[in-house]
């Protein structure tokens, strides 16, 4: 079943990604998908671009990955925010995932001026009751694995080799604390949709269904799945890598999850 036309009119909105995870050709795909005149038709203009961290890390193109942003942020208004994999490669931690190709090739960025994308990058961005963050949202102090970086949306709470597990109750209870409404992290690579009702905290399945382009309009492969933010939301995009990078669109009233399929 596909999409009709006009999504969201010509209301002005937020691009969102996450653990690009030096995959270049990825954000490549996801810059030329977001300035086709099918993405402009259907969702309007992107005013902001929010990157939710882990651009380093298991790819091999570190280098072209945060050339392709630099040259993103010239171009758009863009706000990062900290990854734990960001966080391990500046601090000279170890973390699993890089193979010796990608770990040689991020050595070879360590005095490069590309590195100024994490110059005073904060941990979390808020922005119109939305919080934004690489991982969840909780005060636990300074430790490594409880830095908000590091945190997980799971089943149960505590620490973990992984990172401190919270549970969707306690990220809505520290969201009201502080007046906002939704969140939007990444971190995991699995879409998750956490809304909280009248009738309590419910998991919301994901549709994803191909986007219709019934003017034969420029622009890739799209799959979408909707979301209304008209109660308080938990947002966990995909991983914006590999050969169906995701990301999303949000005008604030609605949330956009996006796929792009690069394999045609």
């Known amino acids: 079943m596909g999409m009709k036309t006009n999504i969201l009119g010509t209301g002005m909105g937020a691009v969102i990604f996450s653990d690009v995870h030096a995959d270049s050709a990825a954000i490549g795909a996801l810059a030329a998908c ?44 863009l706000v990062s925010i900290l990854g734990n994999h960001d966080h391990a490669y500046l ?37 119109r009751g939305m919080l ?62 956490c809304r909280k009702t009248t009738a309590g905290i419910v998991q919301q399945k994901l549709e994803f269904r191909p986007l219709e382009n019934p003017n034969a309009l420029e622009g890739p492969e799209l799959e979408v799945a909707t979301v209304p933010l008209d109660v308080p939301t938990l947002l966990r995009l995909g991983g914006c890598h590999g050969i169906t990078p995701e990301f999303a669109y949000t005008d604030y009233t609605s949330f956009f999850f996006i796929r792009i399929n690069t394999r045609s």
């Open 132 to 193: 934004f963050v690489h991982g969840g949202p909780l005060e636990l102090g300074t430790e490594t694995l409880r830095l908000k970086c590091w945190q997980r949306l799971s089943h149960e709470s505590g620490d973990f080799f992984t990172g401190f597990h919270y549970t969707a109750a306690m990220a809505f209870e520290a969201l009201e604390k502080r007046g906002l409404t939704h969140m939007c992290c990444g971190h995991q690579h699995e879409n998750v949709c």
């Open 34 to 77: 977001i300035k086709s005149p099918l993405f402009y038709e259907m969702f309007g203009p992107a005013d902001i671009l929010i990157n939710l961290g882990d651009l380093l890390h298991r790819g091999d193109q570190p280098k072209e990955t945060l050339e392709k942003i630099h040259t993103l942020s010239q171009e758009y208004r």
């Open 91 to 127: 601090h000279g931690l170890l973390v699993s995932g890089s193979d010796a190709a990608s770990t040689y090739r991020h050595e070879q960025l360590r005095d490069s001026p590309l590195l100024s994308v994490f110059d005073n990058i904060p941990m979390e961005w808020s922005d």
